[in-house]
């Protein structure tokens, strides 16, 4: 039989995160890869509930920073508090805190829609009998009923897309990061999308995102702009395009980009 | 635990919901030991001869009788001049042909060693050498038959005797040869696609960026591989045992032993693969260049290694089937302990270490 305990995860979500009002704390993180600095000393706060825009051109360093916040890349200096936890001392603890959803959806194509929330569900250890009543409201949400048994290699994009979010928060975490999660999905996806995005963020999950789309960077209750590995600007949209006296986040972004 | 037993569960749909790659696993094994079992076979049967018999006395009629009572060869024609020879041989009718030369009981009798020419279409030298064979074979036991009656024969006598396979039979070769292939298609090359496939999809990352560790995510993916390839290694026993004969003389245990090591290596082998490439499709062909194609050519699987020249020999020492075969044939045609193949067996442990140790590094490299 398998043991149904998980002693690690269920001490983790036992632990009070730290009182911090900041579910992101970073402070002079740096990455070089050698010579090259793809990250140079970058701080931040992103406070709980809120939609954090990460944005910035290719190979400014989002996909870098965000590497290091997740995991997958360890920091060259400086620290990031991620859900209470270091990101360079407990790598392990800030993974069970996390949810993340890379822009290729990263569902499994010949899995089910509830073998796909079952497998993450399980991987996340969570107790067997709570995966069950997991998966049927998380289809329910979603208003997938009929779509339960199909393979999610057979769904339009859109529904990937949205159950690839609601996966990524299968197992409630404090924080989710999305990786451009509307790349090359049509607007009215996208619009449903960021519904669902408020939705989260309404019910307390950080939101931590990143994006091509400049007009979703207006939906963000803060946003950054990331050039040559720092971070050129951060606030409100709307100071953001107040200091530049310009009208759109597209020309703030060209501004600051272009230097 | 729980995490890892779901995500064995996963990887066991993978494989069941993919007819292609179902199709391989289970079909492949079957498919290759019936193709091998009847394609390769050193064994020649029914082979076309022509007889050109210038003396026609009865000692030709039974040397004659005597070859063609046997299995090998079959009588295409009598010829009546060594002209047609050529021709024959140019139309492709026969594979060999035999002159008897004038008054060849006349001079045998005046004990003056009468000859008898043998003439082969070498353009298929194995063919030709073993049908050669085949014939001094019976020319020989026919000799030492009448000169018993006679008188005996002065000189040193030759003995053969084939050990272990007397009757040189192909199934000793190709059984152990087809587990070597199936083994190393299953556990090298699927696992490596598998994982490339995950790391094109981009599961790989959500994965990482998971409480499941590294290693329990590459367990996880090779132990449904584990599973089948020793399901296959077993049917294709099976078939070897029950269709075609094959002993096994050695220690049940030792084999299954051996096996499971050789597995183990393969699967490293396609995890470091894996850890080498990005997409489904570099894995495929890495594995099918690098490692199906060398190892069954240097393997020693079809060609035997001792007649590869010195480079291509020293190259056979690093493939880990040559070693495996090595100790597979040992076990089950000679039935040998494991303290004849100690050395065979460190070698594919060392190998699986090294593998494995590489393979571990390039992974966190990766993460870093």
Partial sequence: MIVEQNPIRDKIMAEKTNDSKYVVSVKDLTKKFGSFTAVNKISFDVTKGEIFGFLGANGAGKTTAIKMLIGLSKPSSGTAIVAGYDVIKNPEKVKYKIGYMSQKFSLYDDLKVFENIRLYAGIYGIPSKEIKSKINNLIEELGMEDMRNKLVGDLPLGWKQKLAFAVAMVHDPPIVFLDEPTSGVDPITRRQFWEMIYKASEKGITVFITTHYLDEAEYCTRASIMVDGVIEALDTPT?????????????????LARG | MKAFWAFIKKEYYHIIRDPRSLLILIGMPIVQVILFGFAITNEIVDAKISI??????????????????TKYFLLSEYLESAKQIEGSF?????????????????KFNRKERPSIQIITDATDPNTAATLTNYINKILLDYQNEISISTIAPKGIEVITRMEYNPQLKGVYLFVPGTIVIILMLISAMMTSISIAREKEKGTMEVLLVSPLKPFM??????????????????????????????PIRGDYFLLLF???LFIITSLSLGIFISTLVKTQQEALLISLMGLMLPTIILSG???????????????????????????????????????????????????????MVLSVKKFKIRLE
């Avoid at chain 2, 026609?56 to 040397?63: A, F, P, R, V, Y």
């Avoid at chain 2, 591989?225 to 026993?237: G, K, V």
């Avoid at chain 2, 699987?301 to 040559?322: D, G």
């Fill in chain 1, 239 to 255: 100071k953001l395009k107040e200091n530049l006296g310009v009208k759109s986040m597209q020309e703030v972004f060209v501004k």
């Fill in chain 2, 217 to 246: 995510i590459i367990a996880g993916k090779v132990i449904p591989y584990i599973a089948l390839s020793l399901i296959n290694a077993f049917t294709i026993l099976l078939l070897g045992v029950f269709v075609f004969g094959l």
């Fill in chain 2, 90 to 106: 140019r139309k492709g009718k026969i594979k060999l042909a035999l002159v008897f030369e004038e008054n060849f009981a006349e």
């Fill in chain 2, 52 to 69: 050109l018999d210038k003396s026609k006395d009865q000692l030709t009629q039974e040397i004659s009788n005597k070859i063609l009572s």
């Fill in chain 2, 258 to 260: 051996e096996i499971t």
């Fill in chain 2, 301 to 355: 699987f079809i060609y035997p290694i001792e007649s590869m020249p010195r480079i291509l020999q020293y190259i056979s020492h690093v493939i880990p089937a040559k070693w495996f075969l090595i100790m597979i044939r040992n076990i089950m045609i000679k039935g040998v302990e494991i303290s004849y193949i100690l050395k065979e067996t460190l070698i594919l442990l060392g190998m699986t270490l090294v593998l």
